[in-house]
């Protein structure tokens, strides 16, 4: 092209909008089928940014507090948390299978008390006789399962061990970071357009840790005084389950919600009120703070649409399954902030935003940082003049 030559014009807005869509389908296929290498990756980076807010958390809460030691004191902490989690899980576990002779029993006696209905509503099953839980079990065949589990606990081993790789290195290369970031962006505007960026993601992330958390415990520990009222045994151990199950935006509560009602069947074979009580208040609890406080919060602080946050959930999920559903939000909000960067794909960003403005435009003006857009500059008082 020569200097005498016209100028192009742009492509229409409908080619460049069909541009983005294919864009987004093959950046879709390309992430499921580079599954196995970039969830631990993801994971990994979403601890990254987990002990970096713990770091700068200890820095602005304690001013005293050694710098230096920041870092490494969030990564002891995180190591702890952990810890004490799987020791919960596993001492509360083994106290549940050491009642489980009691347990038998009560599943036998439930069997034989629903087992006449079974036969009525379906009588081509021919139960004469009631079977009992080793019958069912029997039935099932659980051992054509074992090379399944086996090879499923062995995936998640290796999957951890890259995470724990991936987090190490990250940990280690984050002094280079505001170098790398000068040597991408040598101007001083294009620099903190970027890094105002970066900031949204990690805040973004900062901000579902801190949702996910509080109505976490706001479930649980709801959970656990219904159910010490209704005297459920391992009260603590469920509602400990409930607040993890929390994690995995929407869904983990309800279906955690589920689990302490069908053990109380086990513990009450005479009665059924017990784990209809606890249904209805623990499904009550969760409709409540997963469909007004959760929604709310959600939307306030990632200005993220809800029903967005639902269609993430599935669209992560079948991408990456489980660890996708959990870090379905943060990354959504990653995509939205990155999206609302170009023109071609800010329509996508404005869809996903709840307020219409991905950017934080509005939200960055009313906070002293200049003029609103749709506000007149103020007029000089009368009598003096401009500078």
Request: with cysteine; glycine share 8%.
């Amino acid at each position: 092209m020569t200097a005498t030559d016209p100028p192009r014009a742009p492509p229409p807005v409908t080619t460049r909008n069909a541009v983005v869509f294919l864009a987004v389908i093959a950046a879709g296929a390309t992430l499921k089928w580079m599954q196995d290498i970039l969830t631990p990756l993801a994971l990994a980076l979403f601890l990254a940014v987990m002990i970096d807010s713990f770091a700068r958390v200890l820095t602005l809460r304690a001013p005293g507090f050694p710098k230096k030691l920041a870092l490494p004191t969030a990564v002891v902490l995180s190591l702890l948390l952990f810890g004490v989690s799987i020791w919960i899980v596993v001492d509360n576990g083994k106290a549940f299978f050491d009642h489980s002779s009691e347990y038998v029993a009560s599943l036998n006696a439930i069997i034989a008390k629903f087992a006449p209905m079974v036969a009525h509503w379906a009588p081509g099953l021919e139960l004469k006789v009631a079977p009992t839980i080793g019958d069912v079990v029997k039935q099932l065949n659980p051992q054509r399962y074992f090379g399944d589990v086996a090879q499923s606990f062995n995936s998640f081993a290796t999957s951890a061990v890259l995470v724990l790789i991936y987090l190490g290195f990250i940990l280690a290369s984050r002094k280079g970071f505001g170098r790398k970031i000068v040597a991408l962006f040598p101007h001083h505007a294009e620099r903190e357009q970027n890094m105002t960026m970066f900031q949204r993601i990690r805040d973004g992330v900062e901000q579902y840790l801190w949702i996910q958390t509080v109505t976490g415990l706001m479930i649980a520990v709801a959970a656990w005084v219904v159910m010490m009222l209704v005297r459920l045994d391992n009260a603590f151990f469920w509602a400990f389950l409930i607040f993890l199950a929390a994690y995995l935006p929407i869904i983990g509560g309800a279906v955690g919600c589920f689990l302490p009602p069908l053990f109380a069947l086990v513990q009450f074979p005479d009665s059924l009120w017990p784990a209809i009580i606890l249904f209805a208040a623990l499904q009550g609890i969760f409709f409540v703070v997963g469909n007004v406080i959760y929604p709310r919060m959600q939307g306030d602080s990632l200005n993220m649409d809800p029903t967005v946050i639902l269609l993430s959930l599935a669209v992560w999920g079948a991408l990456w399954g489980v660890p996708g559903m959990f870090l379905s939000t943060p990354l959504t909000v990653a995509a939205m902030v990155i999206l609302a960067q170009f023109e071609g794909s800010r329509w996508i960003a404005i869809l996903l935003s709840e307020d219409g403005d991905p950017q934080g435009v509005r939200m960055l003006s009313g906070k002293g940082h200049g003029p609103a857009p749709d506000k007149p500059a103020k007029t000089p008082p009368s009598g003096k003049k401009h500078p």
